[in-house]
């Protein structure tokens, strides 16, 4: 088992910057990617970022390349999201999860969430 606990979110305004953090624990060398999603008030989550936890190679959705930077830290176990610019549309919950394979589903790893408000 592996357990995700994020941090970091909150109330801000936009065109701000924030960074959300991902706390890995339990069987993490089984980690293969972690990610980012988000899910806004009445629409489905949605792919955000991913990072290859060996390679650091990283993916996004188009929607935000260019503005969210996804990282880890394979010492501490931490994967983090800095997001720049902030939209009042970047509004979400934000969910780390993991995963041993190269894809996410719904039965991989999963944080709890952290909210993002932005006001414009």
């Known amino acids: 088992q592996v357990q995700l606990v994020e941090s970091g979110g909150g109330f801000m305004q936009a065109g701000g910057s924030l960074r959300l953090s991902c706390a890995a624990s339990g069987r993490t060398f089984s980690i293969y990617r972690m990610g980012w999603f988000r899910q806004a008030p009445g629409k489905e989550r949605e792919f955000v970022a991913a990072?290859?936890?060996?390679?650091?190679?990283?993916y996004y959705a188009e929607s935000v390349k260019g503005r969210f930077t996804i990282s880890r830290d394979d010492v501490k176990n931490m994967s983090y999201l800095q997001i720049h610019t902030l939209k009042p549309e970047d509004t979400a919950v934000y969910y780390c999860?993991?995963?041993?394979?190269?894809?996410?589903?719904?039965?991989?790893?999963w944080g709890q969430g952290t909210q993002v408000t932005v006001s414009s």
């Open positions: 999860a993991a995963t041993s394979t190269t894809r996410f589903t719904a039965s991989d790893y």
């Open positions: 990072i290859s936890w060996n390679t650091g190679n990283a």
